[in-house]
């Protein structure tokens, strides 16, 4: 298994932790061996799996200097977001369930991810001034979110809210995605964090295994659909990529992560 993705075994639950310093920036390598990580994980002896990240971030989403750097390859552009579209695929269609142990800020295809998980739970800031953030910020760095990934969004706060948030590009402290339903539980801390997310996949697992499985199948089946090709539009998105507002945004944005 690929250093990208540390493998923590606790029991009959497996914990996949994102480990690409220095903030898990997702990059076609590090979204195809989550891919891998993730089927190794169903093909073997596991029963739940948690998603985490490294203290005080759980990853900053996409890796746009990375995906800058492809000019204007556009085969190389859509094979880099045809592997994070995938990831999220693989976490929504996952036969057994999956915990986002949120151990930070969780902007826009951190967010996707754990949108695609069976619960949320979000790491509390020590520092009340400084928040932890999650949220579909494509706006703000002149993306458009797709229909499927509108509807990951509007399947847990609700149409209006949804609109609300993804035309504004808005992401929200810890406390308030609690309060609107976007995370399930907050913690104290990123070891709090995965620590909670074992405990409610271990009460998950003392449930009748095959009611569960099967019930949580049935009320996944918007998401799954959520996450189909044509509800994603791969190729219009990455033409939309090439668009002059967009260039702008995300070569703005690459010029202040340039800066950090």
């Not at 994102?18 to 002896?45: F, G, K, S, Y």
């Not at 999956?98 to 790491?123: E, K, N």
């Not at 271990?202 to 998401?223: E, K």
């Amino acid at each position: 298994m690929t250093t990208l993705i540390e493998v923590i075994n606790h029991g009959p639950i497996r914990e996949l932790r994102l480990a690409r310093p220095p903030v898990n920036a997702l990059d076609t390598e590090l979204c195809r061996a989550l891919i891998t990580a993730l089927n190794h994980a169903m093909n073997e002896e596991v029963h739940g799996i948690v998603l985490s990240g490294s203290e005080r971030i759980f990853t900053g989403g996409m890796d746009v200097p990375y995906l800058l750097r492809h000019g204007e390859d556009k085969h190389k552009l859509l094979d880099s977001w045809q592997a994070f579209f995938g990831a999220a695929r693989a976490l929504a269609e996952s036969r057994i369930p999956v915990v986002a142990a949120l151990t930070g800020h969780s902007p826009a295809g951190g967010c996707v991810l754990a949108l695609c998980c069976d619960y949320r739970v979000m790491a509390r800031s020590v520092d009340p001034a400084k928040p932890y953030v999650i949220g579909l910020n494509e706006v703000q760095v002149g993306l458009v979110a797709p229909e499927g990934i509108q509807r990951l969004m509007r399947r847990v706060v609700g149409p209006h809210r949804a609109a609300v948030l993804l035309a504004g590009g808005q992401l929200v402290s810890a406390e308030r995605a609690l309060e609107i339903g976007l995370v399930d539980e907050l913690a104290e801390g990123a070891a709090l964090v995965v620590e909670t997310a074992i405990s409610w996949l271990q009460a998950q697992l003392r449930l009748p295994q095959q009611p569960m499985l099967q019930t949580r199948a049935i009320a996944r089946a918007d998401l799954h659909e959520a996450m189909q090709p044509e509800h994603i539009q791969l190729d219009r998105f990455v033409d939309a990529w090439y668009s002059a507002d967009a260039q702008a945004a995300l070569q703005a944005l690459a010029a202040r992560l340039g800066k950090r």
